[in-house]
């Protein structure tokens, strides 16, 4: 079928479920490139669905506030007077100007520079120049208070938002893999932001950066120089036999390596004394080839049988990785079709040694970030594959995404956790295009979730 | 406020030389820093590391967009994330990576001018000098990418066996969000 679509046209959504096919595992390049395409995602997927904001350590006190994004909508997460975390549109109600043009901060309340209105930390409007002489009162005050998100809630302290009151709970929206990777940072205890959050842009689309955290294909080659430098073994992190690619509701998937059940078996035996003693050797011994430290006995009631040998990459979808050492979180901010800005966040657990804090610290800013022996390298295959979905001819020749199609056996936990264990595979990337197609073609959150592909069964 | 208090260090070490001695202190520090510059702009990577002590410290810090009432917390501190937080170890990590043939960030190679002003020594302390510049690194990348990084930085230099030695770098950027694909360039 050819879907003849002009530039600036807005996609049908017969031709939006044409550009990815799960059986030939074929993506259309369009998708990396078209501004209609790009306007439709903020609408259909940034406006519904649950997007992350910060962590409560990044906000402690009443009048904290740290700015992010919903798409391309700008807010502000403050913790409110009362000690509530509200999430405002950073934009004046008047005139549109940002309120908020720091990145993060401490305020009494937010005062436009434009012409002074002044909004309290909940988003009321409580100061407006000139009410009396100007408006000659005739303003209603109540009436406009700043936009907020229709739900905020946290999971572990990791705080959400989503512009759609008909959104599903952040519980239910997480499901059994969004929960597992937000649970993997606090498998063993609770977590505090470290402060600093690098920050840069790339321009490639949003979503090629997001698929390249279930890519390990990648890694032996685009990664090949942190290995030779001797940053980290990059042959002993893949672990080619024990891959686990993870499927969660609304597009949610983890993909890489997993302990060996025999593995877990032996860390299942091990006191939780024993466990951190490990830990904190194998970051001393070998403070930049670390290995995923023993998870804490709690981690199994928490993460479930599967998702604590997990050592894999989670997303949550859209754009939430965590990373798979478990101590960072990196946002993929869509900036237009051709930019994404890329945010680092690190968290480590309260009361950590600080030798091992320490090192683990320099080890993150070692590997991640622009200037990281494994990160320096993936920004311009990214920037590259969008530029090259541009071209008139080159756009014609859909990716190739179908490593490992029809080869492997869905497995079903106890707990319901959907996988299959593999090689090195694009189960992940073909999960994530498929639910693309499920939002981009909704209407409607009920729409989203009559419509959404089912779990996998049998063989994928 | 570490920044505007380090502007302002006191110079005491300074102020013992004789005004020829600093003269040629400070041309002998120029002449260093602009020899650096152009073995990275030349690609030398390994004799770059070779300028550099076997205990230093190479340091860029995170700077944010903060409010003046929050400008204390405008860069992060010693111990919270950076860009670089690097030894001589690591420094040298960073030039084998290059060396590699697999790094794929450099190659085809950037094309980089380090423009070093505004040189001060700030302290003469022994056989260590603190020096502040101002610098601008341009990169140009494939045919399109171009970056350009500009900041303050706080050299410390030590005389070893009469020559001098980069023991310790804290780069400070003026650009909060770093506007390009990686910093696969040395600072």
């Known amino acids: 079928m050819d879907l003849v679509q002009e530039p600036g046209d807005i996609p049908s959504k017969a031709a939006i479920r044409s550009y990815f096919d799960p059986s030939e595992g074929t993506l259309d390049r369009r998708v990396f490139a078209d501004q209609s395409l790009y306007d439709l995602e903020m609408k259909n997927i940034y406006a519904r669905a649950w997007n992350f904001m910060c962590h409560e350590s990044h906000i402690p006190n009443p009048g904290d506030y740290f700015i992010n994004y919903i798409g391309e909508d700008q807010v502000i997460v403050v913790r409110d007077k009362q000690g509530e975390v509200q999430v405002l549109l950073n934009t004046c109600r008047h005139r549109g100007n940002a309120l908020c043009r720091a990145e993060q901060g401490n305020a009494k309340s937010f005062v436009c520079s434009y012409h002074g209105w002044n909004y309290d930390l909940n988003g009321d409007l409580i100061g407006v120049p000139g009410l009396s002489s100007y408006y000659r009162k005739d303003f209603d005050k109540s009436q406009w208070g700043l936009a907020k998100a229709a739900q905020v809630d946290h999971f572990h302290g990791f705080y959400f938002a989503t512009l759609d009151s008909d959104a599903p709970p952040l519980h239910d929206y997480l499901g059994e893999v969004g929960r597992i990777g937000l649970g993997l940072l606090v498998a063993n205890g609770p977590v505090e932001a470290v402060d600093g959050i690098q920050k840069n842009v790339i321009d490639c689309n949003w979503k090629i950066a997001v698929d390249n955290l279930f890519d390990w294909y990648h890694v032996q080659y685009s990664h090949a120089s942190a290995g030779a430098a001797g940053f980290m073994d990059i042959a002993a992190i893949l672990h080619p036999n024990n891959q686990m690619v993870m499927f969660g509701e609304y597009g949610h998937a983890i993909s890489g390596p997993v302990i060996p059940e025999e593995k877990q078996a032996e860390i299942d035996a091990m006191t939780d004394e024993e466990r951190l003693a490990a830990a904190a050797a194998g970051m001393l011994k070998n403070p930049d080839k670390p290995v995923v430290p023993p998870r804490l006995s709690t981690a199994r009631d928490m993460l479930g049988p599967t998702g604590v040998r997990c050592m894999g990459h989670p997303n949550i979808f859209p754009n939430l990785w965590v990373s798979t050492n478990g101590t960072q979180l990196s946002l993929r901010l869509p900036r237009g079709p051709f930019a994404t800005e890329i945010w680092w966040f690190t968290f480590l657990p309260k009361g950590l040694p600080e030798e091992v804090r320490k090192q683990q610290i320099a080890f993150n800013a070692h590997l991640f970030g622009p200037a990281g022996m494994l990160e320096q390298d993936d920004g311009e295959n990214w920037s590259q594959s969008t530029r090259a979905s541009r071209g008139t001819v080159s756009r014609k020749y859909r990716h190739h995404l179908a490593m490992g199609l029809g080869h492997d056996e869905v497995l079903y936990d106890e707990r319901g956790a959907v996988r299959v264990e593999t090689t090195i595979s694009e189960h992940a990337q073909r999960w994530l295009y498929t639910y693309w197609m499920n939002w981009m073609s909704a209407d409607s959150w009920a729409d989203i979730k009559a419509n959404q592909p089912a779990l996998p069964k049998g063989r994928v | ?187």
């Open chain 2, 1 to 187: 406020m570490a920044q505007a208090k380090a502007v302002h260090a006191e110079t005491t070490g300074l102020d013992t030389l004789a005004p020829r001695q600093r003269m040629e202190l400070q041309f002998e520090i120029e002449q260093f820093l602009y020899a650096e510059a152009a073995m990275i702009d030349g690609r030398e990577y390994r004799a770059w590391l070779d300028l550099w002590t076997e205990d230093c410290s190479y340091w860029m810090p995170i700077r944010r967009t903060v409010t003046l009432s929050d400008i204390d917390r405008e860069f992060t501190r010693r111990g919270d994330m950076s860009f670089y937080d690097d030894n001589k170890q690591s420094l040298a990590m960073r030039v084998a990576k290059m060396e590699s043939g697999s790094s794929w960030s450099e190659d085809p190679p950037s094309r980089t001018r380090h423009i070093v002003g505004n040189v001060r020594i700030t302290d003469v302390k022994g056989d260590e000098m603190t020096v502040e510049v101002a610098f601008l690194l341009y990169r140009s990348r494939l045919n399109t990418e171009e970056s350009m990084w500009v900041g303050r930085r706080v050299d410390r230099l030590r005389r070893v066996d009469g020559a001098l030695k980069l023991c310790g770098r804290e780069i400070y950027l003026d650009q909060t969000l770093i506007r390009a694909t990686n910093m696969s360039t040395l600072f």
